[in-house]
């Protein structure tokens, strides 16, 4: 079931996403967060790394789990989502790095999955849209049973990708994602929607009968998707 706000501008769709993560931590300070990169979530981060600052939320006691990570770069490369990580996010709150985790070589074929259910399952998952209706790097065509695999990315999503790479023959090939059941096993899903070009996607993946061929439509199918949009 989706219930969806629309958010004059960017900057009110972050406060309120904010607000919905510092919740989430006031009720439930151990929280297990599912969080996304890319360009959508960063006002969210920052605005989550001030309230942390001031003593108004503390990660002390939560754990996260990343959507997705390229494959083949280093955990140091600037371009690797674990940098992003801890350049937005991580670096500038309380959280235990040992409790941040980000799906790697090895996470395949269930154990990103077992780690996740140890941790308690995921209280909060976090999630943006590509504009060919991908969720974390489920591309088009990846089947709603999927636990965490590695995913061959389109060309699409590289080219899209490009823009934090210094040309497109060095956007990575393959990622380890989140699969879309591990996504769908979370208690609470927030979808972040910023940006004209990704209203088409998510029209898709809200009015059409839920398919692979558009990944996020697997929504339709959980039970507590609160959707965030703003142009
Ligand atoms: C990132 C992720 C992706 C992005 C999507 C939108 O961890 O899983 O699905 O959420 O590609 O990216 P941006 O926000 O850069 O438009």
Redesign the pocket.
């Known amino acids: 079931m989706f219930s969806i706000t629309c958010f004059s501008n960017g900057k009110e769709l972050d406060i309120a996403a904010a607000d919905v993560f510092s919740e989430q931590l006031r009720q439930k300070p151990s929280s297990v967060l599912g969080?996304?990169?890319?360009?959508?979530?960063?006002g969210l981060y920052a605005l989550l790394s001030e309230k942390c600052a001031r003593g108004e939320i503390s990660f002390r006691d939560a754990e996260t789990f990343?959507?997705?990570e390229y494959a083949g770069l280093s955990p140091d490369d600037p371009n690797s989502?674990g940098f992003y990580m801890r350049d937005k996010l991580f670096s500038h709150t309380d959280i235990n790095p040992n409790k941040t985790h980000l799906p790697g070589k090895g996470d395949e074929n269930g154990a990103y999955d077992a780690k996740i259910a140890a941790a308690g399952g995921i209280d909060l998952q976090l999630?943006?849209?590509?504009?060919n209706g991908?969720?974390?790097?489920?591309e088009p065509g990846t089947p709603f049973e999927s636990t965490t695999h590695m995913a061959e990315l389109t060309e699409s999503?590289r080219a899209?990708?490009s823009r934090f790479f210094a040309s497109l023959s060095d956007v990575p090939e393959y990622a380890v994602?989140m699969g879309l059941s591990t996504i769908m096993q979370a208690k609470k899903i927030l979808l972040?929607i910023?940006?004209q070009e990704?209203f088409r996607a998510f029209a898709a993946a809200y009015l059409d009968a839920p398919s692979p061929c558009v990944p996020a439509s697997v929504l339709q199918l959980h039970n507590d998707v609160e959707v965030f949009i703003s142009s």
């Not at 969080?35 to 960063?42: K, M, Q, R, V």
């Open positions: 969080l996304a990169t890319g360009s959508t979530p960063e990343n959507l997705d989502y999630l943006g849209i590509g504009r991908h969720i974390g790097f489920n999503t899209a990708n994602t972040l910023k940006g990704k």
